[in-house]
């Protein structure tokens, strides 16, 4: 049995995810969330998915949430805590289901063809670039030592039926490696967001979309700005579900 201190952040009124030191969660994922934007019927997995921030936020309003959603993970602690999240969170268990597994090799635990969407929040930084975390909890997040971007677009590309979606978050300097990545595992770029934390400031963050199958055209939407007058502009307050800055 897992032991770990954890505590409950509130994600609105329904929902209390179950986070660690080892497995939270920042702006990214709620960023990601918000753009992936699951229909109600849909069936969604979230590869890679740490505490289960991606695929929670999509249950703090019933009438817009999918189907399902399978959270898939390698972390033995990442997953107790979303089972944590189900169990005493608000998550409901008979549509939010956490899963152990490498991403690598989901054959025998996730069918092939079953998903509308597939998002993750991967890894940004290349195997051997950067300066390594101390935790391994910190090393597996944000760099490419268990998986790498062509392993995230495989794996998406065999769960996604035809006409899926997969949609990534990364940094702006790998948006070649995702766009090439995508397109050889047969999915198609589509749509395309910058972030920025501010008016005139270079992208920190890329938003994309990507179909299983569909033909080459890209669209790129307006950017996303974080930071608005006195605090988080008006479109991160809707994605935070907060009606002014404090």
């Given at each position: 049995m897992l032991l770990f201190k954890d505590t409950f952040e509130p994600l609105g009124e329904r929902i209390?995810?179950?986070?660690?030191?080892?497995h939270k969660f920042g702006t990214d994922a709620f960023l990601l969330s918000d753009f992936a934007a699951p229909r109600r019927k849909d069936l969604a997995c979230d590869l890679g998915a740490g505490c289960g921030i991606v695929g929670a936020l999509w249950f703090r309003d019933e009438k817009t949430a999918p189907r399902k959603v399978c959270a898939v993970e390698v972390q033995e602690q990442a997953v107790a805590q979303m089972q944590r999240s189900v169990a005493v969170g608000g998550l409901p268990a008979d549509r939010f289901f956490p899963v152990r597994a490498d991403?690598?090799?989901?054959?025998?635990?996730?069918?092939?063809?079953?998903?509308?969407?597939?998002?993750?929040n991967p890894p940004y930084k290349t195997a051997g670039t950067g300066i390594l975390s101390e935790s391994e909890s910190d090393r597996i997040a944000r760099h490419e030592t268990l998986c790498e971007i062509g392993d995230i677009c495989a794996a998406a590309a065999r769960l996604l039926r035809f006409g899926g979606r997969l949609c990534l978050c990364h940094r702006p300097?790998?948006?070649v490696d995702v766009a090439c990545a995508?397109?050889?595992?047969?999915?198609?770029?589509?749509?395309?967001?910058?972030?920025h934390q501010r008016p005139?400031?270079?992208?920190?963050l890329?938003?994309?979309?990507?179909?299983?199958?569909?033909?080459?055209f890209l669209q790129v939407e307006a950017?996303?700005?974080i930071e608005?007058?006195?605090?988080?502009?008006?479109?991160?307050l809707r994605i935070y579900q907060k009606e002014a800055n404090l």
């Open positions: 209390k995810l179950c986070v660690t030191p080892q991403l690598r090799d989901l054959s025998g635990v996730l069918d092939a063809g079953m998903f509308d969407l597939v998002t993750c300097e790998r948006l995508m397109r050889k595992a047969g999915i198609e770029p589509k749509r395309l967001r910058m972030v005139g400031c270079a992208p920190w890329l938003l994309i979309e990507g179909k299983r199958g569909a033909k080459p950017p996303l700005i608005g007058p006195g605090g988080f502009s008006q479109e991160v």
